[in-house]
């Protein structure tokens, strides 16, 4: 994988505009979340929650954007459709980066929060995992590992309904209840218990997803 | 050493599903050019793509890929969202080429392949032949290990496919081994080694003792007919006239005398269509 093969694709998915309806959605959402009154942390918790759908739904775009033929040739110029795989949920989750600053950012510039800066961090780091498991997800739901893309829709909403109703699933609903608790005790520990199930589940997804789509190749 | 050697290579779709691919041994050496030949859904594109390293077999050894290749699909999709300019741009730098080298090098190569109005026309908008030229520079924009081309002379006009069977061949001078499928006669007469895929197995050297008929036939369901038709390689309709290409020309004038249809031209060409 390298810089040059990033580039590519997040040119081509810019350019394919499918990413408009997500960020909206999101911006929607953290406008919302905003709104709820409360704290900075509180708000965190809805955001994060809602980031996690986000990335999995950016995901979805950034692996199917390319034309199966137009992935052909990519795979044949960079050696390997591991590397493309790869890239691709790189470049999806590249692309939830800005929109984890701007969640975290938010509340702080228009909002009437104040916040501490370990309140801050404990937001970055719950929104970073929730995109990184919503890009687990994502390349789970996406092209070869399911084909028909009603299927993959239909799972992601049963995935992020999920992830809010079944009490303590890791990560959003955890990330939910630890920042929107009245007075957050041991926050850190919890976000960090939270955040290595995060990095396991989403681990777990994305070699699951290239082993499918490898045998399907 | 071979450039890319596959053996007993099958594949199918889906677990029950046919063998487009059925025990496949393929091998070619820097500076050769391979001609495969065959109907259409006869795997041809299939072939290309497992030696290309684009998809995998099903069964089967890839024992040599090549390092870098060349790649061109039969048709450059339509949905690329990007001119010809920024796309090759894109492939030069994956390959490792600078800027600047790999825009020398897609100017050259868009020049000599007349690519009209231009390159910086959106590929969309691009016609079937022109956004093959695309499809071309890309794969030529470095001078790889292995050029594997899936049918490049369709759409093509004649100044452009001449263009092509030159660069070909230089990229041949220079240790490339090409890999073609090709329904073209030219470069089939060139080819070191030619092959027929039919019935998912590689048949060597039918390609070049091709004959090509053409038939006026009955009004018929045209799938019928060719399904009936013995020893066929490839087809082609014009209205109530079929060109067939065959190696086994007496079956198939028999099998058309016998139905009743017209023969009116039957030659040896150098290849399929």
């Not at chain 1, 694709?9 to 350019?15: E, G």
């Not at chain 2, 908008?125 to 890309?138: E, I, W």
């Not at chain 2, 001078?173 to 890999?179: D, H, V």
Request: proline content about 4%; some cysteine; aromatic content about 4%.
């Amino acid at each position: 994988m390298t810089v040059a093969l990033l580039r590519y694709l997040a040119a081509d998915v810019l350019r394919s505009q499918r990413w408009v309806p997500a960020v909206l959605c999101f911006l929607i959402a953290i406008s919302v979340g905003d709104a709820g009154g409360g704290s900075a942390l509180s708000c965190y918790g809805s955001t994060s929650a809602a980031m996690l759908a986000i990335a999995l739904w950016l995901t979805m775009v950034v692996t199917g954007s390319e034309d199966p033929v137009q992935t052909a040739i990519t795979v044949v110029t960079v050696g390997g459709a591991s590397r493309v795989r790869l890239a691709k949920i790189v470049t999806a989750y590249l692309a939830c980066l800005p929109l984890v600053v701007f969640a975290v950012g938010w509340p702080l510039l228009v909002g009437a929060h104040q916040a501490s800066v370990s309140a801050v961090a404990a937001g970055l780091v719950a929104h970073l995992v929730t995109a990184l498991t919503g890009v687990g997800f994502g390349a789970l739901l996406s092209r070869p590992v399911l084909r028909h893309t009603a299927w993959a829709v239909l799972l992601g909403v049963g995935i992020c309904v999920a992830e809010l109703a079944i009490p303590d699933c890791p990560p959003a609903r955890q990330l939910l209840t630890a920042l929107g608790a009245d007075h957050p005790h041991h926050l850190a520990a919890a976000i960090a218990v939270t955040a290595a199930q995060a990095v396991a589940i989403a681990a777990v997804a994305i070699v699951g997803a290239h082993r499918i789509a490898r045998s399907r190749a | 050493m071979h450039t890319v050697d596959v053996a007993r290579v099958r594949k199918r779709f889906s677990a029950r599903g046919r063998w487009v691919l059925d025990g496949v041994d393929l091998a070619a050496d820097p500076g050769t050019l391979t001609v495969i030949a065959g109907g259409n859904g006869s795997g041809k594109s299939t072939l290309l793509r497992i030696v290309a390293g684009a998809s995998e077999p099903t069964s089967g050894k890839v024992r040599r890929r090549a390092r870098s290749v060349g790649y061109v699909p039969e048709r450059l999709p339509t949905s690329l969202r990007m001119t010809g300019n920024q796309y090759v741009a894109h492939m030069g730098r994956m390959r490792g080429l600078t800027a600047s080298r790999a825009a020398r090098r897609a100017s050259d190569l868009f020049d000599r392949l007349e690519l009209r109005p231009g390159p910086d026309v959106p590929i969309g908008s691009l016609s079937k032949g022109n956004s093959q030229k695309v499809a071309l520079t890309q794969a030529l924009l470095a001078m790889p290990e292995l050029l594997v081309l899936d049918e490049p002379f369709s759409g093509l006009d004649e100044p452009a496919a001449a263009a092509l069977i030159d660069l070909v061949e230089e990229a041949r001078s220079a240790g490339t081994a090409a890999l073609v499928s090709a329904h073209d006669t030219e470069i089939a007469g060139g080819a070191d080694e030619s092959f027929v895929l039919t019935d998912g197995r590689l048949v060597p050297g039918l390609a070049a003792a091709a004959t090509m008929m053409e038939l006026l036939l009955q009004p018929l369901d045209q799938r019928a007919v060719v399904a009936a038709l013995p020893a066929v390689l490839d087809h082609q309709w014009s209205g109530r006239l079929l060109k067939v290409w065959s190696h086994d020309a007496d079956a198939v004038l028999r099998f058309a005398l016998g139905a009743g249809w017209s023969l009116v031209e039957a030659r040896r060409t150098g290849g399929v269509r």
